[in-house]
């Protein structure tokens, strides 16, 4: 055990070790910048702790992460996600341009589309009650698809083909579909939908559904993870193919490397919503319930009333 997990830090350190390497300008001038004092912090606070917790399997934060130095004290991915995160919301305020009912513009037209799909999508999932969830969906999934295009821009690099990534937006998901649940139906009652309803079988349905959710966040990181980043190394060979492929054979490959992009942004949002529909329900009309069944007639006096239909 301990040597399978020494081989795959080994691994990941490679791996973070061929990244920097090939890190983009803006990544080399940050950690000029800043690198130094982010460096001290880490080898008096960070290093020390990584140390201890990675010891107990084997091998060190060193091993796992890679060598520490002032060059690459602050990832390349973390410098990508904050410019995606500042790029989400300049691409949103240039297509918002001048807000007009009469004339909307290209740009405003393009974010009404995207919005009512995401929109539409909320409402056949979840139900009308799960529009109060569209700001955080929305952003998950401009942010998303902000990233994922960035690798086909010079100067520039993915953050989702970075597990760190992948991971700590899986893991936003999966607390934010759990705090929901917590929120509506309390803690009680949101691990007792994890139990099923039927009871004699709990006992078995529960702990398979415990670990189902549990996987969940590493199963959303490692899928959007795969995707971006087989096709970026799919984009790096075509680019290595000798004359006169070097320029037409990734140029001819970007509209795939786009629908890639679009898909999986698509994809992580949908399970999200999904998630979450499981744990959020439609508020019940109580005095509906008094008064008659559901889509039946009444009459209070000699007023109709009509039937409300949900």
Not at 106 to 132: C, F, W
Not at 205 to 215: A, K, R, V
Request: with cysteine; proline share 7%.
């Amino acid at each position: 055990m301990f040597w399978f997990a020494e081989e795959a830090a080994h691994g990941a350190a490679e791996h973070a070790e061929e990244a920097e390497h090939h890190a983009p300008i803006v990544v080399q001038l940050v950690n000029s910048w800043f690198g130094e004092p982010v460096y001290r912090f880490q080898m008096n606070y960070t290093k020390p702790k990584w140390d201890y917790l990675l010891g107990k399997f084997g091998t060190n934060a060193e091993t796992a992460f890679g060598p520490y130095s002032p060059d690459n004290a602050i990832p390349w991915y973390t410098v990508m996600f904050f410019i995606a995160c500042i790029l989400s919301v300049i691409i949103i305020w240039i297509l918002k341009g001048k807000l007009s009912e009469s004339k909307p513009g290209h740009g405003q037209q393009t974010l009404e589309v995207s919005v009512l799909a995401v929109r539409n999508m909320i409402e056949d999932i979840i139900g009308p009650h799960g529009l109060k969830y569209f700001p955080v969906v929305m952003t998950f999934a401009v942010l998303i698809l902000v990233s994922n295009l960035m690798g086909l821009f010079p100067l520039f690099m993915s953050p989702t083909s970075a597990t760190s990534v992948t991971f700590a937006l899986g893991l936003g998901s999966f607390l934010y579909y759990n705090a929901i649940g917590i929120g509506e139906n309390g803690l009680i009652g949101h691990l007792k939908h994890l139990a099923g309803p039927i009871w004699w079988i709990a006992w078995l349905i529960f702990p398979i559904e415990l670990i189902s959710n549990l996987i969940r966040p590493f199963s959303l990181g490692i899928r959007l993870f795969g995707n971006l980043f087989a096709d970026e190394k799919v984009l790096e060979t075509l680019s290595g193919l000798a004359p006169p492929w070097t320029w037409p054979a990734p140029i001819l490959l970007m509209p795939l490397s786009v629908f890639v992009a679009l898909i999986q942004t698509f994809v992580f949002i949908l399970l999200s919503q999904l998630y979450i529909s499981e744990v959020s329900h439609a508020p019940h009309d109580h005095a509906h319930d008094e008064h008659g069944a559901h889509g039946e007639e009444e009459f209070e006096g000699d007023e109709y009333i009509a039937p409300v239909l949900t």
